[in-house]
């Protein structure tokens, strides 16, 4: 009725479509606000166009827009008037993450929010929808990489302002492919704003010189039309990248087959998969991950028709039962038990027919039980790879055998990408930024140097090389703090407490903070200082992460000062993300869990029910 009331209110006063004829007032049940940043870019264009295209295959639903004009006061005021019509779910896109995070953090206290393409600080929301720009960027440097045959490749970058964050990530993912090429040379133009014009302008004011560069990439397709007016009159006109690849008439597709440019990188807006997890939200589906990254693909005249054709292909139900193979890691720790528990009880809500193979943490056995897979011929292989490394062989036959991969909890090499379809599990990087986040705040360095030891993972496992990398950004923002030594455990309390016992013989004890990257080392550890005469959480501060039973009994007990919460509990994921696969529908590059809590002493203290028990580890309740 809530939602009804609302939707006349704003039938009456907003003109907003959707009255049937003879002026009965539609069955809504849901209404859903949408505050866009503005309306007036085109990938924005494209966004609303989606959402709206996607929304009327539901008429049970009903959207409600705002155009917040890049103003971030405007979008606070539409957040409210949207919160005072009675939505039921607010979707999202901020033109300024700082300001709007308090906010959308409100807001979310109440109803669900999905955010779409700018990810605010903290998981104060149900579920981020947006691309992956560093990997848009990434595409385009192996595209160039493949073009770069002569002893100088010359590129011209066009990048806009209006889009200065997915900018910056793009021209990561670009240098990290081509830093290393040394025929490679890049000059980069920004120009005012994101129009064809403005591109055209900055092009043609180089003048004789543009035929100097062999390339051109521009940040999007309209800057990429831009480019090619500049330059289309010229004898042998640069090769020219573009980003987005929309559908019709302006889009970077329709560019392609005019040769207009001669390659787009697809980024997608996510407008239509906000109006299916807004439904899958709103009525309480199981498996509703907390990040969705989109995935996108490279275009041209080659694979235009084909990935076109793809576009239009509808999802069909799958018949008959589903068979998984699921090559499982072993049970080393707390958190991996309770991560095998949580898929094979999912695998039997969900009704999916589920083989496992425990692979008992041997390398060589998880690519044999992959092998067993695809002599199986089941529908689909779920991996959590030991280690990143040594897949390419095993991944390349089960490709060809077309059986689809899916990654969960640890991803392999980067290279390898287009040899698995998507990946499920958490934010390693983040826990890592986390981890040394607290320690910055919590062991001050007004004194001297702080004095880290950091007790790694499992080698060439993903968390161990994330967890890491985010701990190391997160050092890097401060002064005053030091990893003196960095060495690998196994992911067990064993290996943690011999790695401990063999630095304490080796060497002075000078440490200031441990940082292990999970519970079980880090209780290891513990027991063996203890054994040393050394308090742990007392004489040393000690940060892990994953949230075990046990770890948080620990910092109750002050032998552990800070955990950061990864959540095992993938199943249900993992299964919807296969069920949907199953039923023909476009699984996402990456989808991630919501983790990433801090546990403390005092956080433990001053929230007494905030745990629940399952499969032996706490998690959020």
Known sequence: MKAMIAALFLLLVLGVPGCSDGGNLPQIEHLIGVSQANMREPWRLEL???????????????????????????????????????????????????????????????????????????????????????????????????????????????????????????????????????????????????SRDAAEDAVTALGSRVGDYDLIFAYNDYLAQGAYRAVKGIAKRPFIIGVDGFTGADGGLEMIRKGMIDETITCPTGGREAIRYSLDILNKASGVPKKVILRSYTVNSDNLESYERS??????????????????????????????????????????????????????????????????????????????????????????????????????????????????????????????????????????TVRILEIQGTQEASPTIDRKRGFELALAETKGYEIVYSGHGEYTRESGRLFMEWYLKENNWDIDVIFCHNDDMALGAAEALEAAGISPGIDVKIVSVDGTKEALNALKDERLNCVVECSPLLGSQLMKAIKDLMDGKELPFRACLKSLILRTKEHIATNSSYFCVIFGLCINA
């Open 48 to 194: 609303v166009r989606e959402l709206k295209e996607e929304a009327a295959k539901y008429p049970e639903i009903r959207l409600v827009f705002t155009d917040a004009t890049q103003d971030s006061e405007k979008q606070l005021q539409d957040i409210a008037r949207l919160m005072a019509y009675g939505i039921d779910l607010l979707i999202i896109s901020p033109s300024d993450v700082e300001t709007l995070t308090p906010a959308i953090s409100e807001v979310y206290s109440k109803i669900p929010v999905i955010v779409l393409d700018r990810v605010v600080e903290g998981y104060d929301y149900t579920l981020f929808i947006g691309p992956d720009n560093e990997v848009i960027g990434k595409q385009a440097g192996e595209a160039i990489s493949n073009l770069a045959k002569s002893a100088d490749f010359k590129i011209l970058e066009i990048r806009g302002v209006d889009n200065y964050l997915s900018s910056a990530a793009r021209s990561q993912g670009l240098m990290g492919v081509i830093k290393n090429s040394k025929n490679i040379s890049s000059k980069v133009i920004t120009v005012p704003n994101d």
């Open 311 to 448: 576009l239009e292909k509808s999802g069909t139900p799958h018949a008959g039962p589903i068979r998984v193979g699921y090559a499982q890691a072993g049970t080393e720790s707390g958190f991996r038990l309770a991560n095998n528990n949580s898929i094979i009880a999912a695998a039997k809500e969900f009704g999916i027919d589920l083989t496992v193979i425990d692979a008992n943490q041997v390398a060589e056995s998880q690519v044999d039980a992959v092998r067993t897979f695809i002599d199986m011929e089941v529908d689909v292989i779920v991996i959590s790879p030991i280690i990143e490394v040594g897949w390419s062989e095993v991944l390349t036959r089960a490709k060809e055998a077309g059986i689809e991969v899916i990654l969960s909890d640890r991803r392999i090499r980067a290279d390898l990408d287009d040899l698995y379809l998507t990946f499920i599990g958490a934010d390693f990087i983040e826990e890592g930024r986390r981890a040394m986040r607290w320690v910055a705040e919590n062991v001050p360095a007004d004194k001297r």
